[in-house]
C-alpha cells in the first residue's frame, strides 16, 4: 500500500508547482493534475476493498512522466500567453453579458427538436431491441443491451441500427445544452433572472444523455455547466472569488452523489456501497493500468485510431478495427476495462509515447484555456466547456484524440457557431452598456 502513497505524494507535485506558476485555479495543468490525485487516492481507498494490488515503478513512473509533461507544458504556455485583459475585452465582456433574454419562439424550438428527436432515436432504438428478442424487457434493460450493441460495433456512424441521420441529429443535441447552460446562467448571473423556459429545455437536453445508455455523456453535460458558470462569474467579478471555488465543490460533491445514484438506476454494481463504487470508478484505472503494465503488451493503443477511421469512411481504406480494452476483473465480480489516457500513448510508442501524447494534448488544451479564459468570446467558453470533459477523463481512459480525431468534429463546430448565433443573435441598438442604469455587476 505504501506505493499508492509514493504515487499520490509525487502527484501533489506538479499541482503546487503549476498553481504557483499561474496563479489559476482552473489552469488545465491544475486540473489534471488533480484528477489524476483524485484517482490515485480513490485507489488508495479502495486497497483491501475489491484490490489488493502494489504499484510497480514503472507504473509510477509512466504515471508521472504522463503527469508531469502534461503540467511543465501547460505552464510553458500559460506565462507565454498570459496578459492582464484590457478595458476593450471587458467592454466585449459587457456587450454579450448584458444581451436581452433569449426569445420564446426561439427556445420552444429548441426544445422541440431536443424532445422529438431523442423519441425518435428512443422508438428506433427499442424497435431493434425487439427484433433482437428483448420483447419482453422494460426500458431501462432494453437501454443496457444496446449498449453491448453499440461497444461491439464501436464504429462513428454505425450505431447498431440507429439510422445515421437520426445519430447526426442526436449529436446536434451535444451543441445545444452546453449552449443552454450558457444562456442560462448568463441570465441568471448578469441579468438577474431564473429563466424557466431555459431550464426546461435544458433539462430535456439533459435528461436524453440517458439514450446515450451510460453515465459519460451526462457527467460531460454538468461538467461543462460547471465550467461556463465557473467563466461567467469570473468575467462578472472580474477578479478571483472563493465563493465560486466553494460553489464548484459543492458541484462536485452533488456529481459524486450523482454517480452513485445513476449506478443504482442503471444497475450496474449494484452491490457495492458509496465509498467502494466511487473509489472503484475512479480508482480502477490506476489499478488496471498496473495489471497492464506487468505482463506483455498483447494489443496496441491505438491513440491515432480515429485517422483509421475516418479514412474508412471516407472510402481511403478498406478496413478498419478497434480492439477493445481487456476487462480487468475484482472481488465482488466487478470489472473494468479503464486504464487511464496514458495507457495508449505507452502501448503505442512506450514512454516516448507517453511524452508526446501528453505534450500535444497540452498544448492544445490549454491554448483553448486561454482563448476562453482572455478572448472575450462566448464561442470558446462554450466549445471549451465541449472539451472540458477530455481533460478530467484523463485519469479514466483516453478521449482528447478520440474526441479531435472524428469526422463529425467539423459538422459540430459549424452547428456550435450556427445555433450560437440562433440563440442569442439581437440586434446591437438592444445592447446594454456602462452607462445604462441597468448596469449592475455587483
Known amino acids: 500500500m505504501s506505493s499508492f502513497y509514493i504515487l499520490i505524494a509525487l502527484l501533489i507535485i506538479p499541482a503546487i508547482v503549476t498553481f504557483s506558476y499561474t496563479k489559476d485555479i482552473g489552469n488545465p495543468g491544475v486540473v489534471l493534475s488533480l484528477s489524476f490525485l483524485f484517482a490515485s487516492f480513490s485507489a488508495t481507498v479502495g486497497y483491501g476493498r475489491w484490490h489488493n494490488n502494489t504499484l510497480s515503478p514503472l507504473t509510477i513512473l509512466v504515471l508521472c512522466v504522463g503527469v508531469y509533461t502534461f503540467c511543465i507544458i501547460s505552464i510553458i504556455i500559460s506565462l507565454s500567453l498570459h496578459r492582464t485583459q484590457t478595458n476593450h475585452q471587458e467592454d466585449a465582456h459587457v456587450l454579450w453579458a448584458l444581451n436581452p433574454t433569449i426569445s420564446l419562439w426561439k427556445l420552444a424550438i429548441v426544445t422541440v427538436f431536443i424532445l422529438l428527436i431523442s423519441f425518435i432515436y428512443l422508438k428506433q432504438l427499442i424497435s431493434l431491441m425487439n427484433s433482437m428478442g428483448y420483447t419482453g424487457y422494460s426500458v431501462a434493460e432494453k437501454l443496457n443491451a444496446y449498449r453491448g450493441t453499440v461497444l461491439l460495433t464501436n464504429d462513428e456512424g454505425n450505431t447498431g441500427g440507429i439510422s445515421l441521420i437520426v445519430q447526426q441529429l442526436r449529436n ?38 440517458f439514450l446515450s445508455t451510460g453515465r459519460a455523456l451526462l457527467l460531460s453535460y454538468l461538467l461543462g455547466g460547471i465550467i461556463i458558470y465557473f467563466y461567467l462569474a469570473r468575467v462578472k467579478k472580474k477578479k478571483f472569488d472563493t465563493r465560486v471555488i466553494v460553489k464548484v465543490i459543492s458541484c462536485g460533491a ?91 500513448y505507452y502501448a503505442d510508442a512506450g514512454l516516448l509515447g507517453v511524452l508526446l501524447g501528453m505534450s500535444i494534448f497540452s498544448i492544445v488544451i490549454t491554448i483553448f484555456y486561454f482563448k476562453a479564459r482572455d478572448e472575450g468570446q462566448p464561442l470558446w467558453c462554450v466549445f471549451y466547456a465541449m472539451c472540458f470533459s477530455t481533460l478530467i477523463d484523463q485519469s479514466r481512459s483516453e478521449s482528447f484524440f478520440t474526441y479531435f480525431l472524428r469526422i463529425s468534429l467539423p459538422l459540430t463546430i459549424i452547428c456550435l457557431i450556427l445555433l450560437f448565433r440562433f440563440i442569442n443573435q439581437h440586434a446591437p441598438t438592444r445592447y446594454l452598456t456602462a452607462a445604462d442604469p441597468r448596469y449592475k455587476l455587483n
Open 172 to 209: 446536434i443535441i451535444d451543441v445545444l445544452v452546453p449552449l443552454l447552460f450558457f444562456e442560462f446562467f448568463r441570465e441568471r448571473l448578469f441579468l438577474g433572472k431564473t429563466n424557466i423556459a431555459v431550464l426546461l429545455a435544458l433539462l430535456a437536453g439533459l435528461t436524453s444523455s
Open 254 to 344: 452533488f456529481l459524486l452523489c450523482l454517480l452513485f445514484i445513476l449506478n443504482s438506476v442503471l444497475a450496474r454494481n449494484v452491490n457495492l456501497g458509496f465509498v467502494d463504487y466511487i473509489s472503484f470508478y475512479f480508482g480502477s484505472s490506476i489499478t488496471n493500468l498496473n495489471t497492464f503494465l506487468s505482463g506483455p503488451i498483447t494489443w496496441p493503443g491505438q491513440t491515432l485510431n480515429g485517422l483509421a477511421k475516418i479514412a474508412h469512411t471516407l472510402g481511403f481504406a478498406n478496413t478498419y478495427s478497434e480492439i477493445p480494452n481487456v476487462w480487468v476483473h475484482y472481488r465482488g465480480g466487478i470489472s473494468s476495462n479503464v486504464y487511464t489516457g496514458v495507457q495508449r
